[in-house]
């Protein structure tokens, strides 16, 4: 069996999505995801220019020598560009293996460890009384847990935190807007919004925030301490994880659960978190963290250590990685939690689901393969338009993290 031919879709349904799609021989073709946020054209580039000549003549059943031609085999080894590529090509050639062999891809994982899968909603707001108002609507959804993330006083646009009454979306059109930041106001702030929730809505809901890589290690080691009454699910990315010793600090002064790693994309920027079992959850996804091939072996070395998965799943993940994820999180034992922010209704003109939402849980479909199909003629309606994260700068106009 031989790969004939490969293509990038690059398109744009309310938000911009790189799709890859591996054609072969036996006319069974797989997709896989390949959006980088904000930086899309590169990693569309890397594949069409790089990958995809490599890839033609390859027997697409043969996923992990494939995986390691484009890993091993490359001298300029990790960074998200090329892990988001390898990741692309990973899933659409385990996309492809379901499909030959006709089954879901959770079967080729492991089989079914759970009915369904457990996941967060999100829940943010101008303010404390408007976050814990959008926090109800989510427990009324039937969410059995939700992420509060609130604007704090004195500090215009926060991280998470939806403008103009629309969904939250990360990248804004054009090149980056410039946000302030003060993490003083924010850490004062913080344990009030924690507490506002509790004394509303009790301890039956689980709660998780996302610090976004915004405080020094001897901050975080403050907030998870301070936060400890509130006994949240997670705290996430306290701190940057590029100094994963940092996360040592927050280890020795709380009791409060540490995910991290939505930016990550190898096992070699966990291996001091997880071998030191310096938190409790794992946040690369698929798309990033190499695909199948790597993040099965990641779960692993997680898993001995007892720590959890819990992917990101914001909108800048395609559908096909969504449902990735749900095959993933059937078939794995470490499985904790995932992320859901559901994408708008116009993404679904150009891809089709199979997984679904119901009171609190996803369940995916029995398709063969990851299940999710893109429509090329529907993608053509929606080009690519330009959008990028926001920076940060602290009010004193030094750049910060974002
Ligand atoms: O592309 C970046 C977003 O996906 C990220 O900012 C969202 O932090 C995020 C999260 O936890 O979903
Ligand atoms: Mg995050």
Redesign the pocket.
């Given at each position: 069996m031989k790969i004939t031919d490969a293509k990038v879709i690059l398109c744009s349904p309310g938000r911009n999505f790189v799709t890859l799609k591996i054609l072969t021989d036996q006319g069974v073709y797989g997709l896989g995801d390949a959006t980088l946020?904000?930086r899309e054209k590169a990693v569309a580039t890397y594949l069409e220019e790089y990958c995809i000549p490599a890839l033609i003549g390859k027997d697409p059943q043969n996923t992990e020598d494939i995986w390691h031609y484009f890993y091993r085999g490359v001298y300029w080894k990790r960074g998200a560009v090329t892990m988001t590529a390898i990741s692309a090509i990973d899933m659409a050639l385990w996309d492809i293996k379901g499909k030959l062999l006709n089954t879901p891809l959770y079967n080729l994982l492991g089989g079914k460890s759970r009915d369904k899968i457990l996941v967060y909603a999100h829940a943010g707001g101008k303010d404390l009384d408007e976050t814990m108002e959008n926090a109800g609507m989510e427990i009324e959804k039937g969410f059995h847990a939700v992420r509060i993330q609130s604007g704090i006083p004195g500090i215009g646009h926060t991280?998470?935190v939806p403008t103009d009454s629309k969904p939250y979306e990360?990248?804004q059109k054009g090149l980056p807007r410039e946000d302030y930041w003060d993490t003083p106001k924010y850490l004062n702030f913080v344990p009030e919004l924690f507490e506002k929730f509790r004394s509303i809505y009790g301890d039956g809901i689980h709660l998780l925030h996302?610090v976004?890589h915004r405080c020094t290690p001897i901050e975080a080691a403050r907030l998870a301490r301070e936060l400890e009454p509130y006994h949240l699910f997670w705290l996430?990315?306290p701190v940057s994880g590029e100094l994963q010793e940092g996360l040592r600090h927050v280890r020795n002064h709380s009791t409060t659960p540490i995910a991290i790693g939505?930016v990550f994309n190898s096992v070699y920027d966990y291996s001091t978190l997880i071998t030191e079992q310096l938190i409790d959850y794992i946040?690369m996804p698929l798309v990033h963290g190499g695909g199948f091939t790597h993040m099965l072996k990641v779960a692993a070395f997680a898993s001995v250590y007892h720590i959890q998965t819990g992917f990101?799943?914001?909108?800048?993940?395609s559908p096909i990685t969504m449902a990735a994820a749900l095959h993933f999180n059937t078939a794995i034992n470490n499985f904790g939690i995932q992320?859901y922010?559901p994408h708008q209704e116009i993404v679904n003109d150009v891809f089709r689901i199979n997984y679904r939402y119901q009171k609190g849980y996803m369940h995916i479909g029995d398709e063969p393969g990851i299940g999710v199909d893109i429509d090329e003629q529907k993608a053509r309606k929606y080009p690519y338009s330009m959008a990028c994260?926001p920076v940060n700068r602290k009010t004193d106009g030094t750049m910060f993290y974002w």
């Open positions: 946020n904000g991280y998470g990360p990248a996302d976004h996430e990315d939505e946040r990101h799943g914001a909108t800048d993940l992320e922010m994260l």
